[in-house]
C-alpha cells in the first residue's frame, strides 16, 4: 500500500475523520483488517466523529464477519449485528446489518445441523466398528468351535 498516498488524504481532507474512515475501508478492502480495526476503533471512541460511528461500527462488524472461523464466532457475529440494529434503528447501514443477522441465522443453522450430523456419522462408525469386532470374535468362536 502506498502510505504516502493515505497521509496525505487525511491532512489535506477537509474532515479528518472522514479521510480516517476512507483510510479504514482501503485497508479492509485490501484485507489488512487490523489497521482497518485500530482506525475504525478510534473513530467510535472520539467525541468529534459523532456521525461517523455508525459507518464505524458496521465495518468492525464486517471484520468480525471476515474473521469469523466457527460457530461461536458466527454467532457472536450475528449478536453483534443485532445490537447494531437495536443502537441504530434509523442508520442507511442498518438494512444490510439486518441482513447480515438473517443470514448468520441461516449459517448458524445449517452449521447446528452439520455438527449433528457430524456426530451421527462419528457415532455409527464406531457402532460399525464395534459391529466388526463382534463379527471378527464371532468368526474366530465359530472356526475354533470347527476344529474341535
Avoid at 67 to 95: H, I, R, S
Avoid at 134 to 139: A, G, K, N, V
Wanted: aromatic content about 10%; glycine content about 4%; hydrophobic content about 40%.
Amino acid at each position: 500500500m502506498r502510505e504516502g498516498f493515505f497521509e496525505r488524504r487525511i491532512i489535506d481532507a477537509p474532515k479528518p475523520a472522514e479521510a480516517r474512515l476512507e483510510k479504514a475501508l482501503d485497508y479492509l478492502q485490501a484485507g489488512e483488517n487490523e489497521a482497518a480495526r485500530k482506525i475504525l476503533e478510534k473513530l467510535l471512541q472520539e467525541g468529534d466523529t459523532f456521525q461517523l460511528r455508525p459507518v464505524a461500527a458496521f465495518y468492525l462488524g464486517v471484520i468480525k464477519v471476515f474473521e469469523m472461523d466457527d460457530l461461536l464466532g458466527m454467532e457472536a457475529c450475528k449478536n453483534y449485528f443485532q445490537a447494531y440494529v437495536e443502537q441504530y434503528p434509523t442508520q442507511p447501514y442498518t438494512t444490510n446489518a439486518a441482513g447480515v443477522v438473517r443470514l448468520l441465522d441461516k449459517y448458524i443453522e445449517l452449521a447446528r445441523v452439520v455438527q449433528e450430523q457430524a456426530q451421527e456419522i462419528k457415532t455409527l462408525r464406531y457402532q460399525i466398528q464395534k459391529l466388526e469386532e463382534i463379527q471378527q470374535e464371532t468368526e474366530r468362536k465359530r472356526q475354533s468351535f470347527e476344529i474341535r
